[in-house]
């Protein structure tokens, strides 16, 4: 037991949220001066809860080059797991899922929604120069209607194990992984 970490008392827990909300006010500030990566990628996080995978999603999106990332209706997080990326990786935020992607149409991006059990697996995709990924609540999935949505093309990442799932950070990091690896700049 000697390894236990302490609890925190109620007043301690208020204070540790209270910092990491002046970190995410004071680094969603700075990131309008981000620049767009190097890759015409573009992660669209539809409704994710905003704990510590939102920013280890710019932390990926970061080091592989994406243009930027789309946040819809995710709650503010704390960037300190994202080790400065939040500031450095263009964040669009949208309340409808609809106003993304209609963003995203008009630009001239190719929609893809990662879903376990899709046909069409990631690997064997040939992925456009102007691709957008949408990733989907870990619990809930994706907020809007398939039917509603005839060009998001819907993939999975091959997996072989048991669990049949993947954290969705970790997902961003293939999907990412696997952009570059077609379309590699320097």
């Not at 000697?2 to 990491?20: C, F």
């Not at 573009?42 to 080091?63: C, M, Q």
């Amino acid at each position: 037991m000697e390894n236990q970490r302490p609890r925190l008392t109620p007043a301690k827990r208020r204070e540790k949220r209270h910092q990491a909300m002046l970190r995410y006010e004071k680094q969603k500030r700075r990131n309008v001066m981000a620049v767009p990566g190097c890759h015409d990628i573009v992660l669209v996080l539809d409704h994710l809860k905003g704990g510590f995978n939102v920013p280890k999603i710019f932390r990926s999106a970061e080091a592989f080059g994406a243009a930027e990332v789309h946040l819809v209706n995710v709650p503010p997080f704390d960037p300190a797991p994202g080790k400065g990326a939040f500031k450095k990786v263009p964040a669009r935020f949208f309340e409808q899922m609809s106003d993304s992607l209609n963003s995203l149409r008009e630009a001239g991006y190719s929609l893809f929604a990662l879903s376990a059990d899709a046909d069409t697996s990631l690997t064997q995709s040939v992925l456009p120069e102007k691709s957008a990924f949408i990733l989907g609540h870990e619990e809930f999935g994706h907020s809007f209607d398939p039917a509603q949505q005839p060009d998001i093309n819907f993939i999975s990442i091959p997996q072989f194990g048991q669990v049949e799932s993947l954290n969705v950070s970790v997902a961003a990091s293939i999907v990412l992984y696997e952009y570059v690896r077609q379309h590699e700049k320097k």
